[in-house]
């Protein structure tokens, strides 16, 4: 039972378009959102994050956007360049629960060509 | 600088024989976390603690065991009963709140032989 998911295993773009990620939930307990970048053999970097309070959160080039009716959210990320080339990972949480836990996507592969 | 550190970073162990992974981190963290990276699995959560002495099974903890004896610390052994041990293995850890962002080591990639 796959609570966050990443459907789309990779997506390659040219430099300077934009990069379009998506990420989609099914728990209704989820209300905090992040984005995690990986680069590979290395642990994953924290990238921005949302509350369900908020539809949009930017930071520079970086901008999430969340649609709870949808259970949906997707990572903009303008101009690509050739250093965002990683897997990005989404996660969601219960910022309530009595824990701390992340559940993971599987990722999706960014490959920026120049 | 704070941070968390996983060591070694490669490791080799023959099938049969119990591994320990280090996992120490000195941001004064109370949340520890490991997780498991297979390609096209994502990253599944093996055991997490809250607090120092405690720890809870994650979706995937058979065959793995942890201690969490001190606040910095959080090993976890890949016993002989983990049917597939070879992966990159992650240690996070994060402030203990709902919306605590975890901070990664830079992992442990264990191939059994």
């Known amino acids: 039972d796959q609570q966050v998911k990443q459907n789309s295993p990779s997506l390659s773009v040219q430099e300077g378009r934009i990069s379009i990620l998506n990420c989609d939930y099914t728990n209704s307990m989820f209300d905090y959102f992040l984005w995690y970048k990986k680069y590979p053999a290395e642990g994953p970097t924290f990238l921005i994050s949302i509350s369900s309070i908020k539809d949009k959160n930017e930071d520079g080039r970086f901008t999430v956007f969340l649609n709870k009716s949808a259970k949906h959210l997707s990572l903009h990320i303008v101009p690509s360049q050739p250093g965002d080339s990683a897997v990005y990972f989404c996660a969601a949480t219960n910022s309530g629960g009595s824990n701390y836990k992340l559940t993971f996507g599987k990722g999706t592969l960014l490959t920026v060509n120049p | 600088d704070g941070g968390i550190t996983q060591s070694p970073k490669y490791l080799f162990r023959k099938e049969g024989q119990n591994v320990t992974l280090s996992c120490e981190q000195n941001?004064?963290?109370?949340?520890m976390y490991w997780y498991r990276q297979d390609p096209g699995q994502g990253l599944r959560l093996i055991y997490y603690s809250q607090i120092v002495n405690d720890f809870q099974k994650g979706d995937i903890a058979e065959g793995y065991s942890v201690s969490r004896e001190k606040k910095e610390s959080f090993p976890l052994t890949v016993t002989s009963a983990q049917k597939n041990p070879t992966a990159f293995y992650l240690c996070?850890?994060?402030?203990?709140?709902?919306?605590?962002?975890?901070?990664f080591g830079s992992g442990t990639r264990l191939t059994v032989v």
């Open positions: 941001l004064n963290h109370d949340a």
């Open positions: 996070a850890s994060s402030i203990a709140t709902g919306t605590g962002v975890y901070t």
